[in-house]
């Protein structure tokens, strides 16, 4: 599933600020966008965890950006399609141990074209 993106296009980065929060930034040939900041003050942390706390918010948040641009993916979407080929490869490789007779290479060559397709990759 290709989500289209509808948000600042452009490579994502931190800013580490030691005035002010941490910041995600878009940049683009003709622009600088703010994408979002963090400023988390709670009393529960002192002010060291929460520069550590904003800045691990601010990175994963300029990740989960540039990935979805890259393949038009979602961080979870990846992981989805990441645990299908991880439970593709454990069958395959389970067959290969119990060294079945059954024309098993028809059936995962059906298996990986459907995962493909469903990857929107062009095997």
Not at 80 to 105: M, P
Request: net charge negative; glycine share 4%.
């Amino acid at each position: 599933m290709n989500t289209e993106f509808k948000g600042s296009k452009g490579e994502w980065t931190v800013s580490y600020h030691s005035w002010s929060d941490t910041s995600v930034y878009c940049k683009t040939d003709e622009e600088t966008t703010t994408v979002c900041y963090s400023d988390i003050d709670d009393d529960d942390y002192d002010e060291d965890v929460s520069e550590v706390i904003n800045e691990a918010n601010m990175e994963l948040i300029a990740d989960a950006g540039n990935t979805i641009q890259s393949c038009g993916l979602l961080p979870s979407e990846l992981l989805k399609q990441r645990n299908e080929a991880l439970e593709l490869f454990q069958d395959i490789n389970s067959e290969i141990i119990a060294g079945s007779k059954i024309d098993y290479a028809t059936v995962l060559h059906h298996r990986i074209l459907g995962f493909l397709k469903s990857a929107e990759v062009n095997p």
